[in-house]
């Protein structure tokens, strides 16, 4: 049974930092495409980073550009997301999800943003940045 863990998440003010974690059970992240996404109140879930099997192969959306870093520990089996600069745009909750079988650069393209694309999701981790 595939299970992803959040954690991480919280109260932080502009400018400030914090770390997601993605734990998994179940399966074996390095093979999987590990994506954040996140959803604000009355708003549709977005996608804010994702990192494919092949570690090289990375995607932002262009309001966390520069400012987020998507990460793999496989030893962990964990995916983190360090989030620096936060803005009070940022705050959400923060979804994890895997996708498996797919290609070693599936991160590179649109359909990776898109949540139904995703076989499994956590609970997500509520981020409040306060002005």
């Known amino acids: 049974q595939v299970q992803l863990v959040e954690s991480g998440g919280g109260l932080v003010k502009a400018g400030g930092f914090l770390r997601l974690s993605c734990a998994a059970s179940?399966?074996?992240?390095?093979?999987?495409?590990i994506a954040w996404f996140r959803q604000a109140p009355g708003k549709e879930r977005e996608a804010v980073s994702c990192?494919?099997?092949?570690?090289?192969?990375?995607y932002y959306g262009d309001s966390v550009n520069g400012r987020f870093t998507i990460s793999r520990d496989n030893a962990k089996n964990t995916v983190y997301l360090q989030m620096n600069n936060l803005k009070p745009e940022d705050t959400g909750v923060y979804y994890c999800?895997?996708?498996?079988?797919?290609?070693?650069?599936?991160?590179?393209?649109?359909?990776?943003?898109?949540?139904?694309?995703?076989?499994?999701w956590g609970r997500g981790t509520q981020v409040t940045v306060s002005s």
């Open positions: 179940g399966i074996t992240l390095a093979e999987y495409a």
């Open positions: 999800a895997a996708a498996g079988g797919v290609s070693h650069y599936f991160c590179s393209g649109f359909i990776a943003r898109l949540p139904g694309e995703y076989d499994s």
């Open positions: 990192i494919s099997p092949s570690t090289s192969d990375i």
